[in-house]
């Protein structure tokens, strides 16, 4: 059951005047104290029913939530706790809060780029512990990709810093092709992360087109004035990487019609998990083979993609894609026919 905003004011109001035990509260005082506080954490002048409190009044009482508050009526009137010291914020933990606090902590340790959760990491060790001690030792259930060994994540905080501030940065990189690292001052707008690496989407200074730079291939980052920043005024990223499987794209492209051959064996993967969001299955045979249809950018993560499949997928359309994967095939197979030492 999911507990909305609203519920958890009228909720906490309910508990913080039964917990006062020096006057009585009747049903009407609750109402006015319930619509006080909306108002005043929320702005809701409309006020409140008394079928509404009376039914969160049921609810506490049970134990949907967890609280099984011991809420009683004296003289057909007054509502008060049995239980002097009770207090919903006193309710043990249920085994489902006990779920989702461990997937949180799996999260947070999951997000070790970010310097907020260096932070934490003494407290999310010591609640990892403490969830640990308050339901016996047990298997770890979830586990998350991720990559240790993985250059560039030390920068990640600086450039979110940055993309919110909007902070020129200049940035010395070095691409794989180039021999040494080079200056140059960007305006950051996105970080984007792909496979486990990690991207910084943002403009030159000395230039009109977006680029994207990879985190582990940055060698040092220095803030610049803020007054100097250029904001991002293109359409949102969101729609930006639409048609695009992985971060490889400049404005100028356009994603295409690619239709794909995919073997009996390997189409129920494709279909349970597309390649994409774009992807329909336009066609499948009595053998069990499906052809589908992308609506993406011709790019090197695409190919990738495609190659990973190996014999199991064919590339029928357009073209010159069907063309480049043949000669990557050939190529890598050439080195196969060579003699190993």
Known sequence: MSINKLALIRYKTIDNCLCQRHRKWTLDDLIEKVSENLYELEGIHNGISRRTIQGDIQLMRSNKLGYNAPIIVTDRKFYSYADSKYSISNSPITSLDMEKMKEAVDLLKHLNGFSYFDEMSDMIVRLENNLIKSEGAQKPVVQMESNKLLKGLNWITII?????????LLITYKSFKSLGGTQAVYYPYLLKEYRNRWFLICKPKKGTLLLTLALDRIEDIDEMAKAGFIPYEGIDFERYFADTIGVTKTQKDRGQKVILKIDAYNAP??????????????????????LIRLDVVLNFELEREILGFGENMEVIAPRHLRERIKRRIEKNLKQYSKETV
């Open 160 to 168: 979110h810093h940055a993309i919110r501030e909007e902070i020129p």
């Open 269 to 290: 993967y494709v279909e349970t998990k597309p390649i994409h969001s774009s992807q329909q299955i336009i066609d499948k045979d009595d053998n069990g083979c499906i």
